[in-house]
């Protein structure tokens, strides 16, 4: 995740912070998204007020379903929607992880947000604010948002699309901000002929163990301390399965 400073550098990170063009294929707006849980009773509250608060869009709701995973330590994904999971996922640098997988280019098939246990159990990272953060900002990853700025040190913006040392603030960045909805809506401004939503045949994995992080794939981009924050894998047949990675500050 990563955080944008105000003022001058404002106006380059409101500029676009869509992930790639990246979203999901649909006839109608507003639509509807199933957000799976497959959290634990820690995080219910979190994943609620995710839900909540990205139905405020006008192009997308949110409802929360039963998980469809049979191991959120695997978590792995359901075909037009989102499992979400917790789970202990190791001493690996990440508190949350998203993916989504890509047929036609840019159309999103199914998706999945991880938050990391391990390091959310200890006393800097088990707080609500670091809690709702990482909850809001790996869910919308799975909408083909991407990060408003990815400096950990400069003032927060006031959404969960930014990287902050600070969650709570001021400003308190635990949620989304008026230009994330603004971007939401000119991702999803055009109509598709079919859709990616619901139903439908997922991409599947090929030979790749997407657990693994030698398995995401090529380095796209990196934040603002060299690390890498995002990653792309060809899986063959104009599909791809796309990596965001919220290291742990």
């Known amino acids: 995740m990563t955080l944008f400073a105000v003022g001058a550098l404002a106006s380059v990170a409101y500029a676009n912070h869509s992930w790639g063009?990246?979203?999901?294929?649909?006839?109608?707006?507003?639509?509807?998204?199933?957000?799976?849980?497959?959290?634990?009773?820690?995080?219910?509250?979190?994943l609620a007020g995710a839900s909540?608060?990205?139905?405020?869009?006008?192009?997308?709701?949110?409802?929360?379903?039963?998980?469809?995973?049979?191991?959120?330590k695997n978590c792995r994904p359901t075909a037009g929607r989102i499992e979400v999971c917790n789970a202990k996922y190791g001493n690996n640098g990440w508190l949350g992880l998203a993916q989504i997988w890509i047929t036609g280019g840019v159309h999103i098939s199914q998706g999945i947000a991880k938050m990391n246990d391990t390091y959310f159990n200890?006393?800097?990272?088990?707080?609500?604010?670091?809690?709702?953060?990482?909850?809001?900002?790996?869910?919308?990853?799975?909408?083909?948002?991407?990060?408003?700025?990815?400096?950990?040190?400069?003032p927060n913006l006031g959404s969960c699309m930014d990287y902050t040392g600070d969650p709570d603030g001021p400003l308190s960045n635990e949620h989304p901000n008026?230009?994330?909805?603004?971007?939401?809506?000119?991702?999803?401004?055009?109509?598709?002929?079919?859709?990616?939503?619901?139903?439908?045949?997922?991409?599947?994995?090929?030979?790749?163990?997407?657990?693994?992080?030698?398995?995401?794939?090529?380095?796209?981009?990196?934040?603002?301390?060299?690390?890498?924050?995002?990653?792309?894998?060809?899986?063959?047949?104009?599909?791809?399965?796309?990596?965001f990675v919220f290291w742990a500050d």
């Open 178 to 243: 008026a230009h994330d909805f603004e971007q939401l809506g000119i991702i999803y401004a055009h109509l598709d002929t079919t859709t990616t939503v619901g139903a439908g045949v997922a991409p599947r994995n090929g030979k790749a163990n997407l657990d693994n992080p030698t398995e995401w794939g090529q380095v796209v981009r990196q934040d603002a301390r060299g690390r890498s924050s995002l990653y792309e894998r060809d899986l063959g047949g104009g599909r791809k399965v796309v990596t």
């Open 21 to 46: 063009g990246y979203h999901w294929a649909r006839t109608s707006n507003p639509f509807t998204l199933k957000l799976g849980d497959n959290v634990t009773s820690a995080w219910d509250a979190y």
């Open 52 to 72: 909540a608060d990205w139905s405020q869009s006008n192009v997308l709701d949110t409802t929360i379903v039963a998980g469809g995973v049979k191991s959120p």
């Open 122 to 154: 200890t006393s800097q990272y088990n707080t609500p604010a670091w809690r709702r953060l990482v909850m809001c900002q790996e869910v919308a990853h799975a909408f083909g948002l991407d990060h408003q700025d990815e400096n950990f040190n400069n």
